[in-house]
């Protein structure tokens, strides 16, 4: 399409947004203007005692969720009914993506100030779950430090029109039909996002530097190690029962890192912009961050939807977010946009990830700020033509 037209100028909800919103367009606020306050503002309205990491408290965190781990695992092998294991998968699954959080705030440094702390437990955490620790921590830090930035940031990068365009109708269906999406992690772990290369398990991949090598063949071999102890327990206590304790929750985790990553960034009742070239900033880039109420996850899942403060301050510790956030509103204005409130399971995000899908395919191939588009001739990111 080259420039973009009118409606992709105007953060428009409903029709064409990023999610069914009302259809109202709010024009007294433009969301990719530059904000009239500076990060150091923000920093200095989030109280002291938030920026203190306590390594006995994120400790306290890792074994309260090793002890659910490990009496749900339990109780699921002795009773072995079908009545249990549904219920044992949702919760197995969301207790694995709760144990992926705290290693990532150990890939932060926000678990504790001190290295080395950060590095056993971030490895202990996520090998346990089949995720390469170095390898994922490195693109993550990636991701934060361009947040928002159309070819430079790393998790869930829009398409260009281009690169769209060229995929063929097996990628689109794949990328942008329900469920397929909400499996990709262990696929952008070996190949990254269309567009880039690299895997998070190559020392030398284009994704790590020469000196960081080292640290990618540990976080890997300990990924092997742990693949190798499944392999092992299939072999002792029958692949069936593996799969149904450890396999069906990894796909649920799976399922909740997909979902969670997305919707921090994309789904938002009002389109919101990505950036290029000298309109990108640290700080406008992390405003683009959408948080969420996730009910009665929220406390399980280590408050991971309190997600913008988090992205301008990774270091605070995640048992500070909420309040950090608190204090940080007035200072953002309308540059926060407060999460729809959640009843006791977040079923309503499944619609803005379900309407995200459908209307977020692409950005403009130029242009400093751009906003997702529709590709209305394949409104689903199929090859077979439906009417709009």
């Known amino acids: 399409m080259g420039d973009l037209g009118l409606d992709s100028l105007i953060p428009l909800s409903g029709h064409d947004g990023s999610s069914g919103g009302s259809g109202e367009v709010d024009l007294d606020f433009d969301p990719s203007a530059p904000p009239p306050f500076r990060i150091a503002e923000i920093r200095a309205a989030i109280p002291k005692h938030c920026w203190v990491k306590s390594p006995w408290r994120s400790l306290s965190y890792v074994l309260r969720d090793i002890v659910v781990v490990l009496a749900l695992a339990g109780a699921a092998a002795c009773l072995d009914s079908w009545a249990v294991w549904p219920l044992y998968w949702a919760a197995q699954g969301t207790m694995f993506w709760a144990i992926f959080v705290l290693g990532h705030d150990c890939g932060h440094g926000s678990f504790s100030d001190n290295p080395k702390l950060n590095s056993f437990i971030g490895h202990l955490l996520h090998s346990s779950i089949l995720v390469p620790y170095n390898g994922w921590r490195i693109s ?3 991701h934060h430090q361009n947040h928002g930035h159309v070819e430079n940031d790393e998790s869930w990068v829009p398409l260009t029109e281009k690169l769209y365009r060229s995929l063929d109708a ?13 499996f990709a ?13 690299g895997s998070h398990f190559n020392p030398y991949s284009d994704l790590f530097t020469p000196n960081e090598r080292k640290d990618v063949t540990l976080s890997t071999s300990c990924w092997a190690a742990m693949a190798v102890a499944l392999l092992y327990a299939s072999f002792v206590f029958g692949p069936t029962q593996v ?11 799976v ?3 997909d979902l969670v990553t997305y919707l921090h960034h994309h789904g938002h009742e009002k389109k919101l912009p990505w950036y290029r070239g000298k309109e990108w900033s640290y700080l406008r880039g992390g405003l683009t961050t959408v948080d969420r109420d996730y009910g009665w996850i929220n406390n399980i899942h280590h408050d991971i939807g309190t997600h913008v403060i988090h992205h301008l301050f990774p270091q605070i510790p995640h048992y500070h977010l909420v309040e950090a956030t608190e204090a940080a509103k007035p200072v953002l204005g309308k540059y926060y946009r407060e ?15 379900i309407s995200s899908m459908r209307q977020d395919h692409y950005v403009s191939d130029t242009g400093d700020i751009v906003f997702y588009q529709r590709d209305h001739d394949d409104p689903h990111g199929v090859s077979a033509k439906k009417s709009d």
């Open 185 to 197: 992690y262990p696929l952008y772990l070996i190949y990254r996002s269309p567009g880039k290369e």
């Open 339 to 353: 999460p729809a409130k959640s009843g006791p399971f977040p079923f309503h995000l499944i619609n803005n990830l």
């Open 255 to 257: 399922m909740w890192l």
């Open 140 to 142: 993550h830090r990636k």
């Open 243 to 253: 799969f149904k304790l450890y396999g069906v929750p990894y796909l649920i985790f």
């Open 170 to 182: 097996s990628s689109k269906f794949l990328r942008f039909t329900l469920p397929f999406p909400v």
